[in-house]
T-cell receptor, first 112, second 116 residues
Framework: GIQVEQSPPDLILQEGANSTLRCNFSDSVNNLQWFHQNPWGQLINLFYIPSGTKQNGRLSATTVATERYSLLYISSSQTTDSGVYFCAVEREGGGSQGNLIFGKGTKLSVKP | DGGITQSPKYLFRKEGQNVTLSCEQNLNHDAMYWYRQDPGQGLRLIYYSQIVNDFQKGDIAEGYSVSREKKESFPLTVTSAQKNPTAFYLC???????????????FGAGSRLTVL
């Protein structure tokens, strides 16, 4: 099956710093999503981005489908950005069933 | 507000007991999913359902069972056959269809099961 690798596994930032999280995947995809899991376990969708670039406030994401990677940028980080960021993909030709394969996540800690 | 409600939030079970986790959504979504999350790991798919009265096994279905009698409800039973059931369980849904973004997952708050 498709493999999803996220890096770095852990990241510690000072409040106000910028960061880039990476997601590599091993096959062509028709669905790629980024999620944030807060310390209480709630997962929130950040982006649906199988290709191209999107921005939402201090967050932006870019997926280069031909090179099989996606990047999540966090600018001017805040303590509320802490948590785990997951990348999840669905293999192209998977039937649009929404069955996403998740990476192991990047755990972000933002210090005041 | 529309969303997904999971209950209970915390559950303790003795070995050998079956337990059922509830998942209810009022988003009018067609598809529903159950994921399992272990510490430091990503999510793994247990079961999914695209439509009422139909469901398919995910990657780790052994020891679990589901039903989909109503569009709004997708309960998960963790049976005594599940060898290592202690985990965080997440229910999700999508509107389904082939339009752009149709398969964006919305998650419930999760249920944390501990086997004593």
């Amino acid at each position: 099956g498709i493999q999803v690798e996220q890096s770095p596994p852990d990241l510690i930032l000072q409040e106000g710093a910028n960061s880039t999280l990476r997601c590599n995947f091993s096959d062509s995809v028709n669905n790629l999503q980024w999620f944030h899991q807060n310390p209480w376990g709630q997962l929130i969708n950040l982006f649906y981005i199988p290709s191209g670039t999107k921005q939402n406030g201090r967050l932006s994401a870019t997926t280069v489908a031909t090179e099989r990677y996606s990047l999540l940028y966090i600018s001017s980080s805040q303590t509320t950005d802490s948590g785990v960021y997951f990348c999840a993909v669905e293999r192209e030709g998977g039937g649009s069933q929404g069955n996403l394969i998740f990476g192991k996540g990047t755990k972000l800690s933002v210090k005041p | 507000d529309g969303g997904i409600t999971q209950s209970p939030k915390y559950l303790f079970r003795k070995e050998g007991q079956n337990v059922t986790l509830s998942c209810e959504q009022n988003l009018n979504h067609d598809a529903m999913y159950w994921y399992r999350q272990d510490p430091g790991q990503g999510l793994r798919l247990i079961y999914y359902s695209q439509i009422v009265n139909d469901f398919q096994k995910g990657d780790i279905a052994e020891g679990y069972s589901v039903s989909r009698e109503k569009k709004e409800s997708f309960p998960l039973t963790v049976t005594s056959a599940q060898k290592n059931p202690t985990a965080f369980y997440l229910c999700a849904s999508t509107p389904r269809g082939r339009r752009s973004g149709a398969n964006v997952l919305t998650f419930g708050a999760g249920s944390r099961l501990t086997v004593l």
